[in-house]
């Protein structure tokens, strides 16, 4: 049974790090996946935040987020992690992960992160 446990939410002040991590239980990194960081603020729709193959490696980040996150995968623990730098109170969300190949579609439950001015 696949299972993905976000953790490393949290309150944080305007200007400061988080780390999200994404546990995936059931999914082989091995496998070729594109795990992806979403995240739904409330009232909005959900956002891509970021993406990694885990063949490859390759990344993508949504424009806001460029240059203050960083995604990555230990694919020996299977984790995707998200470290989160500079957060703005725009970044405040729920946040998402996501596994998908054209064959599955496998969410977290998600983590709260807020970041207060």
């Known amino acids: 049974q696949v299972q993905l446990v976000e953790s490393g939410g949290g309150l944080v002040q305007s200007g400061g790090s988080l780390r999200l991590s994404c546990a995936a239980s059931g999914v082989t990194f091995s496998r070729y996946y594109v795990m992806r960081w979403y995240r739904q603020a409330p009232g909005k729709g959900r956002e891509l935040v970021a993406s990694i193959t885990t063949i490859g490696g390759m990344t993508n980040y949504a424009d806001s987020v460029k240059g203050r996150f960083t995604i990555f995968s230990d694919n020996a623990k299977n984790t995707v992690s998200l470290q989160m730098n500079s957060l703005k109170p725009e970044d405040t969300a729920v946040y998402y992960c996501?596994?998908?190949?054209?064959?599955?579609?496998?969410w977290g439950q998600g983590t709260q992160v807020t970041v207060s001015s």
């Open positions: 996501n596994a998908m190949n054209p064959l599955y579609d496998y």
